[in-house]
């Protein structure tokens, strides 16, 4: 897939997964039926929290970069290679699903 088709796609947030901002990290955290099923807890880093945070379904993916690159010293290369890293990492936890 190209880079062009892939920062078309858009995600939404699974609602089994909230975040918290304690101090200075946010948090990402499964909630299932039972406590003990929490299998992971996920710290992220500023970049990570702020592409979460811009993950809503509407945002495509060229949206959050552009949005990454002018708020972060970041190259455009960069803020596409984190993103897909991210992004993997979030669908491989069940956090975010393709719109």
Do not use: C
């Not at 897939?1 to 699974?14: C, G, P, Q």
């Not at 003990?36 to 807890?41: C, D, F, K, P, Q």
């Not at 880093?45 to 949005?67: F, S, T």
């Amino acid at each position: 897939m190209s880079n062009h088709a892939y920062l078309k796609k858009r995600f939404f947030k699974d609602p089994s997964v909230v975040s918290r901002k304690i101090a200075d990290e946010v948090i990402l955290v499964p909630i299932s039926q039972k406590a003990s099923e929490v299998a992971h807890i996920y710290t992220m880093n500023r970049v990570a929290a702020r592409i979460w945070e811009l993950i809503d379904g509407e945002n495509n993916l060229q949206d959050i970069q552009k949005v990454i690159l002018t708020e972060f010293d970041i190259s455009a290369d960069q803020a596409l290679s984190d993103l897909q890293e991210f992004l993997q990492q979030l669908q491989q936890a069940g956090a975010v699903k393709e719109v």
